[in-house]
Each structure stands twice: as structure tokens, then as C-alpha cells.
């Protein structure tokens, strides 16, 4: 998306501009409400609509915000918010952005054991795809949490945290989901995430399920931006 965007900018105003994203995401996952920086003196026309008419059909920019010259979209970050979608029943209007999941009589109260206990966590250098690449694992959640839709086909994780270690989510949800189709037990949850166990499988979520829906910064207040896949 950065190169995208990169590109269209310097078609637009004839010259080149370093964007910066608040972060970085895995090859298919998606993104509700994304901020990127860059230098830029100001226009003479209206930059969103010029901008959009540029980009491709899955990217679209809302708003440019002035702000102060210090500003940086990733490291002035406050608090991320994910959310990952699980649908249990075929669907090819949700298939892009959830993932679908044979998962049949979930036990709901060991999925809030298995949340009470990556709330207590600080450490997630084994809830970590690269934990060698990174100076600091340490990273605890200021909430993590799930909801179910009505008929009970849908169910929806959201974790928030002042950032979030390489698909440290898609990792939390496959362990959880194993926890609750009774494939491990709590107890093992726990060993595995703490790295006095390995799994044996994979223990990575698709990506398709995974969305950044917010990003907080201590100077800017913007509403999150609703998609597809609510309720």
C-alpha cells in the first residue's frame, strides 16, 4: 500500500514524498482506519478526491490532517485496536474478510479463561512469529475480548494494545480456537504461550480474518470507521 500510495502522490503533485505508515500488516490482511505522514506544504485543491481517483478500488484515503511538524503515524501511537473474524458457516460475500472456520460446539468459557490469561501476560516473545528480529517482547494488552453474533454462525476477537509483535494476533487466535474446540487444555494454552510447550500444528490464523479497525494518537480524536462484517 505505502508504494501505491507513494506513487499516486508523486503523480500528483509532481514530486516525490516519503509516506510513512503507523505500521506494518501481513499480506492479506485489511485495514479499517490506517494513518501514514508525510512533508508536504499544503494544496490548492481538494487532495481526497484528486487522490481517490488515483488509487485502486481496495485502497481509498479519507482525509488529509495538518499537524504539527514533530508528528510521526508510528511512533506517537497511543493504542491499536484488531479485530479478527471467524464465520461459522460458508459464505463467499464474507470469504474476503472473514475467515471461514468448521467449528462446531465452541466452549465460549474456556475462550474467557483463555483471554483472562493473555491479559495477565507481558511477555509475548512466544506468542511471536520472528521474536529474534525484535529488541523488546515485552507488550501486554489493554483489552482482549470476543462477541458472537445472534445465531451464534459469527464470532468476532478484538485485542488493543500499544502495539503488537509480528502476528502476535493470528497466533493468539489459532491457540485460542484451539483451546475452545477442546484440542488442548487450559493448562496447556497456558505452558505453550509461556514457551514451556510447543504446538505441533500451525498456529497461525488465516489473514483474511485479521482487520485494523483503530489507531489512537494523543493529539488527534477520529471515529473508527465501520466496514464490512459488523454486527
Known sequence: MQQVLEDCMCCMTSQNRAIIGCGRT????????????????GFDFDPVDRL????????TVFEFIPLHDRAHSRFDAIQRTYQYHI?????????????YMEWASPDFGLLDRGLEFLLG???FRHVCLTPDRTNNTICPLNS???????????????FSAARFLKS???IMVARLIELAMGKISLSQ??????????LKYSTIAYPQGLHLVSVQYP?????LISGVGQF
Open 144 to 158: 482482549a475480548g470476543f462477541t458472537v453474533s445472534t445465531d451464534g454462525r459469527r464470532v468476532v476477537f478484538t
Open 52 to 59: 481517490n481517483r488515483m488509487l485502486p478500488d481496495d485502497v
Open 219 to 223: 493529539y488527534l480524536d477520529r471515529p
Open 121 to 123: 501476560l507481558e511477555d
Open 189 to 198: 494454552f497456558e505452558d505453550i504461550n509461556t514457551g514451556n510447550a510447543r
Open 168 to 170: 502476535m494476533i493470528r
Open 87 to 99: 464465520h461459522l458457516s460458508r459464505d463467499p460475500f464474507l470469504a474476503p474478510y472473514s475467515t
Open 26 to 41: 501481513d499480506a492479506g490482511v485489511h485495514a479499517r482506519q490506517y494513518f501514514a505522514h508525510m512533508d508536504h506544504p
